[in-house]
């Protein structure tokens, strides 16, 4: 599960390095096993204007989205939380998916030559 809030009109480097890695992290083989959830719904200042800023996060991460990762919006109820939980219980995980990260360093790929910690620079 990533969570990230929606109500930054850009998000810094630092939250963008942190996505980019987290889907090297986990890779396309792994998607349907993600759930990105974008939290700050509850907040006076979301508006239309924030609607295009799901638009642009869901294009952010669409590479895993198109291959199964689930998008949610966290509304800051407890049935909301109770709901993505439920959702990440009965999602039909594949056991025998490895996220990208291990299946590198099980090749014999250094730590630094990942993928993931090559999205850092």
């Known amino acids: 599960m990533y969570v990230d809030q929606i109500v ?23 998607a349907k096993n993600v759930v990105f959830v974008t939290t700050m719904w509850d907040n006076p ?8 800023r799901e638009k642009l996060h869901k294009e952010r991460i669409a590479e895993l989205a198109d291959h199964g990762a689930a998008v949610t919006r966290f509304l800051n109820t407890s049935t909301s939380a109770r709901e993505i939980i439920e ?13 990208q990260f291990a299946e590198e360093l099980a090749t014999g790929r250094l730590l630094k030559d990942t993928t993931a910690v090559q999205s850092l620079s």
Request: charged letters at 20%; glycine letters at 4%.
């Open 8 to 30: 930054d009109s850009r998000p810094s480097g630092t939250r963008i390095r942190r996505m980019r890695m987290f889907q090297s992290f986990c890779g396309v083989n792994a």
């Open 45 to 52: 200042c979301v508006d239309a204007i924030n609607v295009e």
């Open 87 to 99: 959702s990440l219980l009965h999602t039909d995980h594949h056991s025998s998916v490895v996220c």
